[in-house]
């Protein structure tokens, strides 16, 4: 078990949702924590529950100077930084046929996709210069691995876009990273009840069974573990691996056509 007693994290999305719960979790095992979101009232309030463990940072994460200043403030805070969970997103639903790329799109990219390679960016500059040693945490879906049967028909395809790309990419810096001083891990969670599902689910009594809803702090239970066994992929439902197995069956059906098996 990581031992986070003394130690500094960054939790980016911390307003609400997984963010908060991995903040909560931190502090719970003794992290000091840099809270993140563009939600001013949400990402002071986990903050203020936290006292002075947490100091909070309201930031656009679309912002494509943001990440380098996150890093330098975090790290500055305490004069570490042993921990980034780079978990910001948002969603957007909405059929493909329909989707017109504008500001919306391009947002959906920003902030899901491309600030995580952002901050991974400034975190190893940062422990290059510093010659420390610390752990990335990129909160994927999912929808990084399969489109999962409980959601098919809501228009996430733009959605799961960015996170398969989150997962792609997370594979590549921790090949990447393998040699240096930044383990990198991706949280893949299945239902979860944030703000994206609660506009749809108010009362998470009434979700489907199949949805195998969880709360927040759940997965936040689920990530840390991950963490302290040293998981790459860090999935929080079962389901996850099912999901996968339409995708590898078709590739195996598609070489038996082929003739390459």
């Not at 329909?98 to 920003?110: G, M, V």
Request: net charge negative; aromatic share 4%.
């Amino acid at each position: 078990m990581i031992d986070y007693k003394g130690k500094v994290a960054l939790v980016t999305g911390a307003g609400s949702g997984i963010g908060r719960a991995l903040a909560q979790a931190l502090v719970a095992r003794g992290a000091k924590v840099v809270c993140a979101d563009i939600n001013e009232e949400g990402v002071h309030a986990t903050a203020a529950s936290l006292g002075a463990q947490a100091m909070p940072i309201v930031c656009d994460m679309a912002d494509h100077e943001v990440a380098a200043t996150l890093i330098h403030d975090a790290g500055t805070w305490q004069g570490h930084l042993d921990l980034v969970c780079s978990n910001a997103g948002i969603g957007l639903n909405r059929r493909l046929i329909k989707q017109q790329l504008d500001d919306a799109a391009e947002r959906l990219f920003e902030v899901n996709l491309f600030s995580n390679l952002r901050m991974a960016q400034a975190y190893a500059r940062w422990m290059e210069a510093t010659g420390g040693r610390g752990r990335l945490m990129i909160t994927g879906s999912e929808n990084s691995l399969s489109v999962p049967a409980a959601v098919k028909g809501n228009g996430l395809g733009l959605y799961g876009a960015t996170k398969h790309g989150v997962l792609v990419m997370a594979e590549w810096m921790k090949l990447e990273f393998e040699a240096g001083n930044i383990p990198v891990q991706v949280l893949m969670p299945g239902a979860v009840y944030t703000a994206l599902i609660e506009k749809h689910l108010p009362d998470p009594s009434k979700a489907p069974p199949g949805l195998g809803l969880i709360m927040p702090d759940r997965c936040a239970e689920i990530a840390l573990k991950g963490m302290d066994l040293d998981l790459f992929y860090i999935p929080t439902h079962a389901h996850l691996a099912d999901d996968m197995q339409p995708r590898v069956q078709g590739v195996k059906d598609a070489l038996k056509a082929l003739g390459l098996t």
